[in-house]
């Protein structure tokens, strides 16, 4: 299983690469992260068309067979423990999962729509670099959660 962290944007602060290396590189080898930052569509045209743009390269950088997470801020909230168990349900299918986070104006009513679930991380409006360190620790600890690691204490 692979975990996809399709993110529009792609000069982020050093501290947003380092602290999403930090979580990705404790992933087990089952359950790697790996990250596609896309560059966000010029504004040039107005923002919806840049918007519409957006999501055509997001969709564009999708496998054609993976399980597709938007992360929006009126998405459902999870705690962790029903995290791990909705990665434990994605692993027995045996399909990758796409965690995708917008650009500056969101996200594409065609990626939306594409999506299985819309997850909310915070009510909170989070940075788009803070919503990718965010989501790779939940990700390591949903996984330390399934294979009884002490990471994760309740």
Wanted: hydrophobic share 45%; aromatic share 6%.
């Amino acid at each position: 299983m692979r975990f996809l962290v399709v993110a529009v944007g792609h000069r982020m602060p050093s501290w947003v690469a380092t602290g999403f290396a930090e979580y990705a590189g404790r992933m087990p080898r089952e359950a790697r992260i790996e990250l596609i930052a896309l560059k966000p569509a010029p504004g040039a045209g107005g923002a919806k068309r840049a918007l519409v743009a957006e999501g055509e390269r997001i969709l564009a950088a999708l496998p054609a067979d993976c399980v597709r997470v938007v992360l929006d801020e009126r998405g459902t909230l999870l705690n962790t423990a029903e995290l791990a168990r909705r990665i434990e349900r994605w692993r027995q299918g045996g399909r990758d999962v796409a965690f995708i986070i917008g650009g500056a104006d969101g996200l594409a009513e065609s990626v939306k729509k594409s999506a299985h679930l819309s997850w909310s991380l915070s009510p909170l409006t989070l940075p788009h670099g803070l919503a990718r360190v965010v989501l790779a620790e939940q990700l390591y600890r949903a996984l330390s959660m399934l294979h009884n690691h002490p990471y994760h204490r309740e």
